[in-house]
């Protein structure tokens, strides 16, 4: 993917305030608990930390687990069906920060 194609796709999904299609992994992981959130991190990192080949896919199933849980909770608050999109939000985005940790950890050990 050309430089230019990538811009254009990443301003793609900054153009609206809605949740926009997308057409993630054949597996259905938005209807999955969030709790598998950070057991996909784990895998991905262990991958990552050991050099292995199969990192940004693991990186890409625990991406698509999280925007799952957050689109999920967002349905949940529009509809008012739930006590618990908030706690849901909050495991996604801890989920997001460990990640951001775990790469600054593996950059850091590189150097």
């Known amino acids: 993917m050309n430089e230019s194609a990538l811009h254009a796709l990443i301003e793609s999904y900054s153009q609206d305030r809605h949740l926009l299609p997308f ?4 597996e259905p992981h938005s209807s999955e608990s969030p709790q598998m959130m950070q057991a996909r991190l784990e895998r991905a990192a262990l991958n990552q930390s050991s050099g292995g ?6 990186y890409r199933i625990w991406a698509e687990t999280v925007r799952g ?3 999920k909770t967002i349905s949940e608050i529009e ?3 739930s ?3 908030i706690e849901e939000l ?4 801890n989920s997001l920060a460990c990640f951001c940790q775990i790469q600054d950890r593996l950059d850091s050990s590189k150097s």
């Open 23 to 26: 057409e993630g992994l054949n």
């Open 53 to 58: 080949d199969a990192t940004l896919s693991r």
């Open 69 to 71: 849980v957050i689109v």
């Open 79 to 81: 509809s008012s069906s």
């Open 83 to 85: 006590d618990l999109p």
């Open 90 to 93: 909050v495991m996604a985005a």
